[in-house]
Protein backbone atom coordinates (compact mmCIF):
# COMPACT_ATOMS: atom_id res chain seq x y z
CA UNK A 1 0.00 0.00 0.00
CA UNK A 2 1.09 3.69 -0.59
CA UNK A 3 2.42 5.70 2.52
CA UNK A 4 3.02 9.18 2.62
CA UNK A 5 4.63 11.32 5.10
CA UNK A 6 4.57 15.02 5.51
CA UNK A 7 7.23 17.56 6.99
CA UNK A 8 8.08 21.14 7.21
CA UNK A 9 5.72 22.28 9.55
CA UNK A 10 6.24 24.41 12.41
CA UNK A 11 5.29 28.00 13.82
CA UNK A 12 6.44 31.06 11.39
CA UNK A 13 5.09 34.96 11.76
CA UNK A 14 2.63 36.41 8.82
CA UNK A 15 4.62 37.45 5.66
CA UNK A 16 6.78 34.31 6.23
CA UNK A 17 7.18 31.03 4.23
CA UNK A 18 7.41 27.68 4.88
CA UNK A 19 8.00 24.30 2.42
CA UNK A 20 5.95 21.56 2.88
CA UNK A 21 7.13 18.19 1.92
CA UNK A 22 5.50 14.64 1.16
CA UNK A 23 7.72 11.93 0.54
CA UNK A 24 5.48 8.43 -1.18
CA UNK A 25 6.56 5.09 -0.44
CA UNK A 26 4.96 1.45 -1.43
CA UNK A 27 3.88 2.28 -5.32
CA UNK A 28 5.48 1.17 -8.50
CA UNK A 29 7.21 2.72 -11.40
CA UNK A 30 3.89 2.31 -13.15
CA UNK A 31 1.81 4.27 -10.67
CA UNK A 32 0.24 7.40 -11.97
CA UNK A 33 -1.47 9.52 -8.71
CA UNK A 34 -3.25 12.54 -8.30
CA UNK A 35 -1.75 14.17 -5.25
CA UNK A 36 -2.81 16.97 -3.04
CA UNK A 37 -2.44 19.64 -0.11
CA UNK A 38 -5.56 19.43 2.49
CA UNK A 39 -5.53 21.96 5.54
CA UNK A 40 -7.71 21.66 8.52
CA UNK A 41 -8.31 24.00 11.39
CA UNK A 42 -9.97 23.50 14.57
CA UNK A 43 -13.72 23.34 14.26
CA UNK A 44 -13.77 23.70 10.50
CA UNK A 45 -14.35 21.19 7.46
CA UNK A 46 -11.15 19.70 5.81
CA UNK A 47 -10.45 21.94 3.11
CA UNK A 48 -8.17 21.28 0.20
CA UNK A 49 -5.03 24.07 -1.06
CA UNK A 50 -3.46 22.50 -3.85
CA UNK A 51 -3.32 19.52 -6.17
CA UNK A 52 -1.22 18.31 -9.16
CA UNK A 53 -0.55 14.76 -11.07
CA UNK A 54 2.68 12.85 -10.80
CA UNK A 55 2.19 12.54 -15.06
CA UNK A 56 1.46 15.50 -16.13
CA UNK A 57 2.25 17.86 -13.10
CA UNK A 58 -0.47 20.55 -13.46
CA UNK A 59 -1.19 22.33 -10.57
CA UNK A 60 -4.61 23.34 -9.20
CA UNK A 61 -5.08 25.47 -6.36
CA UNK A 62 -7.84 26.93 -4.07
CA UNK A 63 -8.70 30.54 -4.89
CA UNK A 64 -7.25 31.55 -1.41
CA UNK A 65 -3.57 30.13 -1.58
CA UNK A 66 -3.21 31.46 -5.55
CA UNK A 67 -0.51 33.82 -6.09
CA UNK A 68 1.22 32.46 -2.28
CA UNK A 69 1.14 28.80 -2.53
CA UNK A 70 3.35 26.50 -5.11
CA UNK A 71 2.89 22.48 -5.24
CA UNK A 72 5.36 20.97 -7.48
CA UNK A 73 7.15 17.57 -6.91
CA UNK A 74 10.53 16.07 -7.36
CA UNK A 75 9.59 12.52 -9.04
CA UNK A 76 13.42 11.43 -8.81
CA UNK A 77 12.80 12.01 -4.49
CA UNK A 78 9.13 10.62 -4.59
CA UNK A 79 8.42 13.56 -2.93
CA UNK A 80 5.77 16.39 -3.37
CA UNK A 81 5.85 20.25 -2.39
CA UNK A 82 3.85 22.97 -0.92
CA UNK A 83 5.89 26.33 -0.92
CA UNK A 84 3.71 28.44 0.63
CA UNK A 85 5.02 32.40 0.68
CA UNK A 86 2.89 35.64 2.33
CA UNK A 87 2.03 33.51 4.90
CA UNK A 88 -1.24 34.72 6.99
CA UNK A 89 -3.08 33.68 9.79
CA UNK A 90 -5.68 32.21 8.34
CA UNK A 91 -3.07 29.72 6.53
CA UNK A 92 -3.17 28.15 10.37
CA UNK A 93 -4.61 24.51 10.53
CA UNK A 94 -2.74 20.87 10.32
CA UNK A 95 -1.71 20.10 6.80
CA UNK A 96 -1.94 16.62 5.03
CA UNK A 97 -0.96 15.39 1.85
CA UNK A 98 -2.76 12.86 0.32
CA UNK A 99 -3.27 10.75 -3.12
CA UNK A 100 -5.40 8.26 -4.92
CA UNK A 101 -4.73 6.33 -8.67
CA UNK A 102 -5.92 8.35 -11.68
CA UNK A 103 -4.59 9.10 -15.17
CA UNK A 104 -5.03 12.99 -14.61
CA UNK A 105 -6.63 15.28 -11.38
CA UNK A 106 -9.96 17.26 -12.84
CA UNK A 107 -10.39 20.87 -12.51
CA UNK A 108 -13.62 20.15 -11.15
CA UNK A 109 -12.98 17.54 -8.18
CA UNK A 110 -9.62 17.78 -7.13
CA UNK A 111 -10.75 19.45 -3.88
CA UNK A 112 -13.09 16.28 -2.68
CA UNK A 113 -11.45 14.52 0.34
CA UNK A 114 -13.54 11.54 -0.48
CA UNK A 115 -11.62 10.88 -3.47
CA UNK A 116 -8.43 10.62 -1.96
CA UNK A 117 -7.76 7.21 -0.77
CA UNK A 118 -4.12 7.76 0.86
CA UNK A 119 -3.31 9.82 3.76
CA UNK A 120 -0.50 11.23 5.74
CA UNK A 121 -0.42 12.00 8.89
CA UNK A 122 -0.26 15.55 8.98
CA UNK A 123 2.08 18.54 10.12
CA UNK A 124 1.29 21.34 12.00
CA UNK A 125 1.22 25.23 10.09
CA UNK A 126 0.72 28.11 12.80
CA UNK A 127 1.46 31.68 11.47
CA UNK A 128 1.31 34.67 14.30
CA UNK A 129 0.29 38.16 13.69
Known amino acids: QVQLVESGGGSVQAGGSLRLSCVVS?????????MGWFRQAPGKEREGVAA????????YYADSVKGRFTVSQDNAKNTLYLQMNSLESEDTAMYYC?????????????????????WGQGTQVTVSS
Open 26 to 34: GYTYLSRFC
Open 98 to 118: AAFWASRCYADSWSRANDYDY
Open 52 to 59: THTGDSRP
